[in-house]
């Protein structure tokens, strides 16, 4: 069964899923991991959004936070201030999934320059909200292509904190949420080792550790008992294709 990198990621992404959990949503492809999540293995996924909506059931594939596509069905309504100040500052959320530009060694994301920030290379979208998912979400999430641009050692500016440079500095800089618990790629799933270092636990079916390390901006450590990822199934592959993005606005854009 054949399968694009977009689709591998989303599936993969959308397994790390658990039933009962309350997710802020973005979107791009982990808005098509959540609402897989939902249609599967996960139908107790509480999904919210940045807009300020609470617990959305989109009859179709939402195209922005600020869709009309998610006020049906939804639990409730509120500003954008409330969803940040009474549920994610106070420990609500469970998942946050957030891109970058760079994600190095310690998880840390970059989403607002390529190069020094006074005379970028490239000046990119910027935080949103993600500095605040980074710092308060209780695990937060990453999808992304496997390339060693996107994998530095060190990355050019710090848009969102993951472990920073190791979990005790984390820690101590005092903010409650839990860090990176993995990141979903093209060619398998890092996660942070005790020390906050994100290392290779899983490849996905045909990929070698060797391709992981090629392609990363830093000695990546391979888990001892490296993981095998199972293959994408018909049915989510069918939910993907033909009810949740038929028309590949996302799973196009992300190949």
Known sequence: MSYSPAELMTINAA?????????????????????????????????????GVIGAQPARL???????TLVAGSAAICSMYEIFAFYLQRGLIDVG??????????GNVNA????????????????????????????TYFITPHQKRRFPETCDFVTGAGFLSGRAARQASGVRGGGPHAVVTDLGILEPDEAGELALA???PGRTPAEAVAATGWPLKVAR???ETAPPTAEELRLLREELDPQGIYLKGAA
């Open 225 to 227: 008992e490296l993981r």
């Open 97 to 106: 999934f957030l891109g970058g530009a760079q994600i190095d060694r310690y």
């Open 62 to 68: 939402p195209l922005s936070i600020g869709d009309p």
């Open 15 to 51: 397994r790390l899923l658990r039933d009962g959990d309350v997710v802020f949503v973005g979107v791009g492809l982990p808005n098509l991991a959540c609402n897989l999540a939902r249609r599967t293995h996960a139908p107790n996924l509480t999904m919210i959004y940045e807009a």
């Open 202 to 204: 899983a490849l996905h």
């Open 112 to 139: 607002t320059v390529i190069g020094p920030y006074a005379q970028p290379k490239v000046r990119l979208p910027g935080s949103g909200g993600s500095a605040e998912i980074a710092a308060w979400a209780n695990r």
